[in-house]
Antibody, heavy 120, light 113 residues
Framework: QVLLQESGPGVVKPSETLSLTCTVSGGSVSGHDWNWIRQPAGKGLEWIGRIHTTGSTNYNPSLKSRVTVSVDFSKNQFSLRLSSVTAADTAIYYC??????????????WGQGTLVTVSS | DIVMTQSPDSLAVSLGERATINCKSSQTVLYSSNNKNYLAWYQQKAGQPPKLLIYWASTRESGVPDRFSGSGSGTDFTLTISSLQAEDVAVYYCQQYYSTPLTFGGGTRVEIK
């Protein structure tokens, strides 16, 4: 059973870059495909992007110009960077594993989520 | 993007009764080459992350009680809770993985009547 845990600053200033890390335990980060999803308070889910085991990435076009997802094999972690943030980026951010394959599928393991607030 | 529309937004059901949640996609999520519907369902309880219930529109994830079932094909799908239990109070989401970006329905809140 893969366990995921998000970490990172809870507050980010407008126009700065949001950086989050997801630590994977109970499995290798190199053996699966990884996603980031966010959820504004009281609202629905928005898929941000995914990194495949090959290192290829897929991003939501609505965020693509500002998003980078990467993997750190030595730390068994993967990361999210979202640049030029505004208040609209305030949300709970989740990391999640998908079933696998060349394209994203269903998300079968989720972290507990971390709240990021964009505020000066 | 494929738009996922759920109905109703919320419903209240008596304990032991059936709850039915609908999900409609703006285009088909049935992949003709393998005849599979690229649709999943999740349950999100208050303060928790979503939990996978069903994938391929009707395949229950391991450990999910059999009172949860998924049906439908093409653009119209249903999640049914056959006998609502107190622990089923949650928001339920459908999600398509036919194409990127992955997209979710707006959610349906299930409460006890």
């Amino acid at each position: 059973q893969v366990l995921l845990q998000e970490s990172g600053p809870g507050v980010v200033k407008p126009s700065e870059t949001l950086s989050l890390t997801c630590t994977v335990s109970g499995g290798s980060v190199s053996g699966h495909d990884w996603n980031w999803i966010r959820q504004p308070a009281g609202k629905g889910l928005e898929w941000i992007g995914r990194i495949h085991t090959t290192g290829s990435t897929n991003y939501n076009p609505s965020l693509k110009s500002r998003v980078t997802v990467s993997v750190d094999f030595s730390k068994n972690q993967f990361s999210l960077r979202l640049s030029s943030v505004t208040a609209a980026d305030t949300a709970i951010y989740y990391c999640a594993k998908d079933w696998g394959g060349y394209v994203p599928t269903w998300l079968d393991s989720w972290g507990q989520g971390t709240l990021v607030t964009v505020s000066s | 993007d494929i738009v996922m529309t759920q109905s109703p937004d919320s419903l209240a059901v008596s304990l032991g009764e059936r709850a039915t949640i609908n999900c409609k996609s703006s285009q088909t999520v049935l992949y003709s080459s393998n005849n599979k519907n690229y649709l999943a369902w999740y349950q999100q309880k208050a303060g928790q992350p979503p939990k996978l219930l069903i994938y391929w529109a009707s395949t229950r994830e391991s450990g999910v009680p059999d009172r949860f079932s998924g049906s439908g094909s093409g653009t119209d799908f249903t999640l049914t809770i056959s006998s609502l239990q107190a622990e089923d109070v949650a928001v339920y989401y459908c999600q398509q993985y036919y194409s990127t970006p992955l997209t979710f329905g707006g959610g349906t809140r299930v409460e006890i009547k």
